[in-house]
T-cell receptor
Framework: DAGVIQSPRHEVTEMGQEVTLRCKPISGHNSLFWYRQTMMRGLELLIYFNNNVPIDDSGMPEDRFSAKMPNASFSTLKIQPSEPRDSAVYFC?????????????FGNGTRLTVT | TQLLEQSPQFLSIQEGENLTVYCNSSSVFSSLQWYRQEPGEGPVLLVTVVTGGEVKKLKRLTFQFGDARKDSSLHITAAQPGDTGLYLCAGGRGSNYKLTFGKGTLLTVNP
């Protein structure tokens, strides 16, 4: 099992540019989560998908953020236009929802720096 | 908002020492998970506790869930440099997918 795979590992971009983060969840998992981690706020849930359908996007900061899951093995998080305050580590996680206390399996994250 | 407060925020100790970190809330959780995050990696689950008063051991790590299921502690015996990392607690409520994460305790074990 390769685990959750995220790309790129690091992204440096200028303010105003579009950024796309990618995630491949663990095969067989039916739930996918995008989190953002900063020193100030810790881990924040941005959006949750179940069976490829967005269930809760209440954590998405604003309309500049969008996420898609076109199939069970791929998801993207897009920021357009990016701003310096978006700088953070973005994690994708997957799990098997329906199993009580199913743990989250996190990828190694994408460190985003917006200058 | 159900907050999980973790303390201390930072902890630096020498190899061989014992330590305890805490995770507290004013809310009841049906389960409490502990994760460890190493630099440049994502959090990795260590343990899940679900019953008030439950104690689980993982080698030198002992996890306890409070009787009222509002708090938890992690005790490490004879800490080693390999224990260095960010320890996160996360509370769950039944079938609710939305885990509440604490901000973590950053532990450094010096050789």
């Amino acid at each position: 099992d390769a685990g959750v795979i995220q790309s790129p590992r690091h992204e440096v971009t200028e303010m105003g540019q579009e950024v796309t983060l990618r995630c491949k969840p663990i095969s067989g998992h039916n739930s996918l989560f995008w989190y953002r981690q900063t020193m100030m706020r810790g881990l924040e849930l941005l959006i949750y998908f179940n069976n490829n359908v967005p269930i809760d996007d209440s954590g998405m900061p604003e309309d500049r953020f969008s996420a898609k899951m076109p199939n069970a093995s791929f998801s993207t998080l897009k920021i357009q236009p990016s701003e310096p305050r978006d700088s953070a580590v973005y994690f994708c996680a997957s799990s098997f929802w329906g199993r009580v206390n199913s743990p989250l399996h996190f990828g190694n994250g994408t460190r985003l720096t917006v200058t | 908002t159900q907050l999980l407060e973790q303390s201390p925020q930072f902890l630096s100790i020498q190899e061989g020492e014992n330590l305890t970190v805490y995770c507290n809330s004013s809310s009841v959780f049906s389960s409490l998970q502990w994760y460890r995050q190493e630099p440049g990696e994502g959090p990795v689950l260590l343990v899940t506790v679900v019953t008030g008063g439950e104690v689980k051991k993982l080698k030198r790590l002992t996890f306890q869930f409070g009787d009222a299921r509002k708090d938890s502690s992690l005790h490490i015996t004879a800490a080693q440099p390999g224990d260095t990392g960010l320890y996160l607690c996360a509370g769950g409520r039944g079938s609710n997918y939305k885990l509440t994460f604490g901000k973590g305790t950053l532990l450094t074990v010096n050789p």
